[in-house]
């Protein structure tokens, strides 16, 4: 590989880094090639996507992120491969997990970043796995800000039947 095609591979990974507030980096090295092929078949599935980067092509283009990478950097050991996700952040967990149903450990976490925040280790995919989306927190604020206006209007109306009945068993009376 030429120095010029490894700066177009830099400045493409950088603006993806930019980009992407999420993204998870695994360890590659130990995965055979058809379960790589399946596993970027259920990236693809699934709106993911998932590329085999060197080390060092990965080192630099992180140099360019604002935030600090440098815990990241350390576990650039091995083949690297580094999962996209534009929507949520949890979903390369959600997929690792369930790419491991299928009767295999692989690929190892080696760390995610969401949202300038870092973590490093296959022991925070659970973690990761529940962390919620945007849309997921909207939708949590909304449904407990519809909550208690929902109580006043089921107390208003079974209370508004209850008044109707004794104002017709009155009416009846007389």
Same mark, same amino acid.
């Given at each position: 590989m030429t120095r010029e095609e490894k700066e177009i591979i830099v400045n493409e990974l950088s603006e993806k880094f930019a980009n992407t507030n999420y993204f998870y980096i695994t360890d590659a090295s130990t995965m055979? %090639? *058809? $379960?790589?092929? @399946?596993?970027r078949r259920m990236c693809f599935d699934r709106g993911l996507e998932y590329k085999v980067y060197k080390n060092t092509l990965i080192q630099k283009a992180l140099g360019t992120l604002e935030a600090? =990478? =440098?815990a990241l950097e &350390? %576990?650039?050991?091995? !083949?690297? &491969?580094?999962?996209?996700? *534009?929507?949520s952040g949890n979903a390369p967990a /959600?997929?690792?997990k369930d790419f491991r149903k299928k009767g295999t450990t692989l690929p190892l976490l /080696?760390? !995610?970043?969401?949202? !300038?925040g870092l973590y490093i280790g296959d022991d925070q995919l659970e973690t990761l796995s529940q962390i919620k $989306? /945007?849309?997921?927190l909207i939708g949590d604020i909304i449904s407990?800000? @519809?909550s208690p206006a929902k109580n006043v209007v089921s107390a208003l109306q079974s209370s508004g039947g209850k008044l109707a009945g004794i104002l017709k068993t009155l009416s009846e009376k007389e």
């Open positions: 055979s %090639v *058809a $379960s790589i092929n @399946q596993f600090d =990478t =440098t &350390g %576990v650039l050991k091995g !083949a690297s &491969g580094i999962l996209f996700s *534009a929507e /959600k997929l690792l /080696k760390g !995610a970043y969401i949202d !300038a $989306s /945007k849309n997921e407990l800000l @519809q």
